[in-house]
């Protein structure tokens, strides 16, 4: 019998690269809820961004039915051209963009991957990526774990949360690499137009800047709006990788199936770090997928007047609560000012432990986010209101 002998946990440094980054804002507020409910408290959870609602039957029977085949258990690493031809197929069908599928689309771990992977395989340490804020923490995170450098572009109420390319300085210029966009956007809700795009394209030729745009929320749009793919700008492939998803648009978070196209050489250069990171997507996953980008698309229809029932509702609660707020015209958020000047993360953390609800501080997605709380329209109308009525009522009494 071995003899028991304590030993001394060995002291372990992370690596430079990591070392300050924080924790994820939304696993610490999971604990904070956890806790609350523990004691009895019911919380209402409008905070983070993921869809509530399932897949449509013929997604998961394409699914079941891949899953079932005995030659669907392997690996897919280098089996991915069927599905990237879907890719092709739904671009051409949604955007009337041609997109090769040998050398113009990849597939992702769901877009976040690649969102990531990009600033890997791209920047060098003192290479600068322009990075709008607020914005989906990735953008610059990736940059900083690259060794790159962050410049803001402040996303401003005031010039409809886009950015002032020409406000960028000449130094910083120079040394560019990346610029990243989101449109529809998280957190503020905004859209882009077509022209904007265009300004952007001729933008990133004049400086020999990489444009990734980041377009997981172009199939949510509320009383007709459609989104538009910046590559429908003439020419944009030459100068960007446009990510999309099938999260949002699917109900497909929880699948992680995504996909980048684009820039040839720059997709080129993430399946490559990919092909060190992981295996591709299960076999299953991306049958279901192509279904669903070339299958029926009017479910999309009902499934959008849903949100907008719920983008009204919160709506309409916060105007009757005095807090101002502009109805987005897609993706799942309304981005609403945090009352009397207050520090978004104080009034959220107040909201949740006086009121049981959940939202998101602005800040969290970027200085310039400050003054703001993030409202998510994934929960059941009915609960929403509710929320939202404790919102009101809670503002009331502390006024």
Same mark, same amino acid.
């Given at each position: ?254 699948? #992680?199936? *995504?996909?980048? +196209?684009?820039? @040839? %050489? =720059?997709?080129? /250069? ?8 992981? !295996? ?39 105007? #009757?609560? *005095?807090?101002? +707020?502009?109805? @987005? %015209? =897609?993706?799942? /958020? ?8 207050? !520090? ?56």
């Amino acid at each position: 019998m071995l003899s028991e002998v304590n030993y001394a946990l060995m002291e372990l440094q992370p690596a430079h690269r990591i070392a300050a980054l924080k924790p994820y804002f939304f696993a610490d507020l999971a604990k904070r809820i956890a806790a609350l409910r523990a004691k009895g408290t019911d919380v209402v959870r409008l905070d983070i961004g993921s869809p509530d609602l399932p897949p449509p039957g013929f997604i998961l029977e394409g699914m079941f039915e891949s899953a079932q085949r005995a030659d669907t258990h392997g690996y897919t690493l280098g089996m991915t051209q069927k599905f990237r031809k879907a890719v092709a197929e739904y671009y051409k069908a949604r955007f009337e963009v041609e997109i090769d599928p040998a050398t113009e689309a990849i597939d992702l771990l769901g877009s976040k991957e690649g969102l990531f992977i990009l600033s890997q395989a791209v920047l060098n340490p003192g290479d600068v990526a322009l990075v709008p804020d607020p914005s989906y923490a990735v953008y610059a995170k990736s940059t900083e774990i690259a060794g790159g450098q962050v410049h803001l572009m402040p996303l401003l109420e005031e010039n409809a949360f886009l950015p002032d390319l020409d406000a960028v300085p000449a130094e910083v210029l120079r040394r560019a690499k990346i610029l990243w966009l989101n449109y529809p956007n998280n957190p503020t809700g905004a859209i882009a137009d077509l022209a904007f795009f265009e300004k952007v394209i001729a933008f990133a030729r004049k400086h020999n800047i990489l444009v990734a745009h980041d377009n997981p929320y172009c199939d949510v749009g509320f009383n007709g709006y459609r989104a538009p793919s910046i590559l429908q700008v003439p020419g944009a492939k030459e100068v960007t990788v446009e990510f999309n998803s099938l999260s949002k648009t699917y109900n497909m978070a929880g699948w #992680r199936v *995504g996909m980048a +196209v684009g820039h @040839p %050489q =720059a997709l080129k /250069y993430i399946e490559t770090y990919k092909s060190q990171q992981d !295996s591709a997507i299960f076999a299953p996953l991306m049958a279901a997928g192509e279904l669903a980008m070339l299958g029926d698309q009017t479910w999309l229809n009902e499934r959008n007047r849903i949100y907008q029932e719920r983008r009204d509702a919160v709506v309409d609660g916060l105007h #009757r609560a *005095g807090v101002r +707020v502009a109805p @987005p %015209q =897609a993706a799942l /958020y309304v981005w609403a000012p945090v009352p009397n000047g207050e !520090s978004s993360m104080e009034f959220c953390a107040a909201m949740l432990s006086e009121c049981g609800v959940s939202t998101t501080p602005g800040v969290v997605f970027g200085q310039h986010g400050e003054g703001y709380f993030r409202v998510s329209l994934v929960t059941d109308v009915a609960r929403l209101r509710e929320g939202v009525e404790r919102i009101s009522d809670w503002l009331q009494r502390r006024r």
